[in-house]
């Protein structure tokens, strides 16, 4: 007798308790709680915020625990909670050039106005493993000191100044923003929609692509102008009250690449921008963005297009871990009924190939 | 934090209405693809996102849901997105064809032929026909402005002249209403000609292509072929081996690993309505149940 496959509803149901019991894992070990996560593992929470695209240090350690510490997963649950908020207005412009900064380099100048801050970083740090670390550790408490005060000066408005570096694009006062979350994609795409994809793009993607603009191809000579990390104001236009109010700080990293020159018969030659700005401390994401804004910028600064990185369609349409791992993952899903119709053809194909070749032998033999 | 609270059918109603004149165009213009402003979902890009936004759009507190997957009710996505309605909407849902006013399925077309009133919302996954000739949107959005769809037909000309056929088994490209090449998501073709002059509204989602399009009842769809290599569908010949029927669509069931094989519908809700009804084939199923509770 035969008996048709039945029962997914139960499937389904025993596998999710499975999962549960596996992120819970052995519990005589005490549970992570989000206070730890957010805290001891704030880089990849960092993450998590950037390319699930919401500011939400809590949401976003719930989310990495729910995941199992799978930060893909942790973004697409992020996400998929986003994608139900309201939406009810654009914050004004943040600016950085009054970060609260707690670090900021420049690869370009030795001395900058407000200094150089290496703050917590793991550049020059030896990477051996501290065995120290498999116990409870223990540092010792920092001293602190009253916050700089008043405006670091960024490093591109310094070359700005003597017209050494193109001005950034200003839009139009008033002009409204893109969202590509509100509004499907259409090509040629506008630089904000294309930094919304990028600050949103997988990092080990734009790693690779910028990776592979320095290795040349779409290579544009670039110079880490500065990168800064620290906290800014978010402000926000409220039209009933008819001023800005405070929303509260964000911690932002931005990178602000300085390129090759552009120039023509009209007009001096001078460098050009590639820009990274990513939520938290993500220093490669938001370097990695910044290289390949840069390279994407090709059709706009007249260069010719022939690397991945500066094809605006191939970069902004597969940038999308949430999107990628969905498509790459749903192949585990039933194909029974297209491979049936493939089997099909195949094996019509393969009878008459048989056919033909037993009548060409019949026929060979015939004349022999 | 607060347990968040989600609206009928989970999207919100402004959501909803973007949707829905998305799909309005679509209708007016069928097969022509509407990008939509597609939202992420609470289940993976390629799970069919686009086939529940557009149910979710659509349904009604009064409406029947069927969801399937392989043209069975049973498939665990299905199971999936059939319980996503039921606690998101309250809706009832129903195995049954003849029963269901929406019917959300991937890759089949239910056997019985579908009447006035029900929609029939597909899961697409690559909504673009021409995309495998040509990777660019900017391209193949140019190619169907200008009805410029000669490579198609190279494409298939090139099949036979390696093959012998049209080597294109599932996802046959259609042309609608005379006009627009169209996709007709990863049905086998033994399908096609179910969505030419079909009674019910058809609709097709795609969430992480972010389109949507249609076809209104009663509209010509023409699978492309040459009139010296007409379109012809694939069926296995034989009977199902449970119900007896020679006309269905028919899965392969491997029985044992020395090439014992059956073939049995793929529609499960057409098999068992058929055994119910007395038809038999040459294997006994298992007795089954007829299932049209929630959930």
């Known amino acids: ?368 | 934090m607060t347990a968040p609270v989600y609206n009928f059918a989970y999207l919100d109603e402004q959501t909803k209405r973007m949707i829905r004149r998305a799909i309005l165009k679509a209708i007016a213009i069928p097969g022509y693809q509407v990008p939509f402003a597609s939202r992420e979902m609470p289940m993976p890009y390629g799970w069919g996102t686009g086939g529940v936004q557009v149910t979710a759009a659509i349904l009604g507190p009064t409406d029947t849901l069927k969801v399937i997957d392989q043209g069975s009710d049973d498939t665990t996505n299905a199971i999936s997105i059939r319980k996503f309605f039921a606690k998101t909407a309250g809706v009832s849902t129903t195995t049954s064809t003849a029963d269901a006013t929406v019917i959300q399925t991937r890759h089949r077309i239910p056997e019985a032929a579908l009447s006035e009133g029900q929609v029939l919302v597909y899961q697409v996954p690559i909504p673009e026909p021409l995309r495998f000739l040509e990777p660019r949107e900017t391209e193949t959005r140019r190619m169907h402005a200008l009805s410029e769809y000669g490579l198609m037909h190279v494409k298939l000309y090139e099949d036979i002249a390696r093959f012998g056929h049209i080597a294109t088994s599932y996802a046959y490209p259609v042309k609608v209403n005379g006009r627009y090449v169209m996709d007709p998501s990863p049905t086998p073709k033994f399908d096609n000609p179910k969505m030419d002059n079909c009674a019910a509204l058809q609709l097709f989602g795609a969430g992480r292509e972010k389109r949507i399009y249609a076809i209104p009842p009663y509209t010509t769809v023409v699978s492309l072929d040459f009139e010296d290599h007409p379109f012809a569908r694939y069926r296995h010949e034989a009977p199902c081996a449970l119900c007896g029927a020679d006309d269905s669509y028919l899965d392969e069931i491997v029985t044992d690993d020395r090439g014992g094989r059956m073939f049995v519908c793929s529609d499960t809700d057409y098999c068992e309505t058929r055994q119910a009804s007395g038809h038999r084939g040459s294997e006994r199923a298992a007795p089954h149940k007829k299932d049209h509770a929630h959930g």
């Open chain 1, 1 to 368: 007798m035969y008996v048709a496959v039945k029962g997914g509803e139960r499937a389904i149901e025993n596998a999710h308790r499975m999962l549960t019991h596996e992120r819970r894992g052995d519990r005589d070990i005490p549970e992570l709680s989000l206070d730890q996560i957010s805290g001891q593992l704030s880089l990849g929470v960092d993450r998590v915020m950037v390319e699930g695209s919401l500011y939400d240090r809590n949401l976003a350690a719930l989310a990495i625990k729910q995941a199992r510490g799978d930060l893909i997963e942790a973004i697409f649950l992020v996400r998929a909670f986003r994608a139900t908020l309201p939406r009810f207005g654009a914050s004004e412009p943040v600016d950085t050039s009054v970060m609260q900064v707690r670090r900021r380099v420049s690869s370009t100048f030795k001395e900058i106005p407000g200094g150089q801050i290496l703050g917590p970083t793991f550049d020059y740090t030896h990477r051996l493993l501290d065995p120290q670390l498999a116990e409870i550790s223990d540092p010792d408490a920092l001293e602190t000191a009253e916050p700089l005060a008043g405006v670091t000066p960024r490093v591109t408005d310094i070359l700005g100044r003597d017209g050494l570096i193109e001005p950034s694009p200003q839009t139009e006062p008033g002009a409204s923003v893109g969202d590509i979350t509100r509004d499907p994609l259409d090509f040629p795409a506008d630089r904000d929609l294309r930094l919304q994809n990028l600050s949103r793009a997988d990092e080990g993607f734009l790693l690779a692509l910028g990776y592979s603009t320095q290795r040349g191809y779409g290579r544009n000579h670039p110079f880490a102008g500065e990168i800064r990390f620290g906290d800014v104001d978010v402000e926000f236009m409220a039209e009933d009250a008819g001023f800005v109010v405070p929303l509260g700080a964000i911690a932002l990293t931005e990178c602000q690449m300085v390129n090759q020159f552009k120039g023509s018969a009209t007009e001096a030659p001078c460098f050009t921008r590639g820009y990274g700005l990513a939520f938290g401390q993500s220093e490669r994401k938001a370097m990695s963005m910044a290289l390949v804004d840069r390279a994407l910028r090709a059709r706009e600064l007249g260069e010719e297009a022939i690397a991945p990185a500066q094809d605006e369609e191939f970069v902004m349409s597969h940038s999308d871990n949430v999107q990628a791992t969905g498509f790459v993952e749903h192949l585990k899903l039933p194909h029974y009924v297209d491979f049936q119709s493939e089997l099909g053809l195949l094996r019509k194909l393969r009878a008459e190939f048989a056919e033909l070749t037993t009548a060409d032998k019949q026929i060979q033999e015939a004349a022999e």
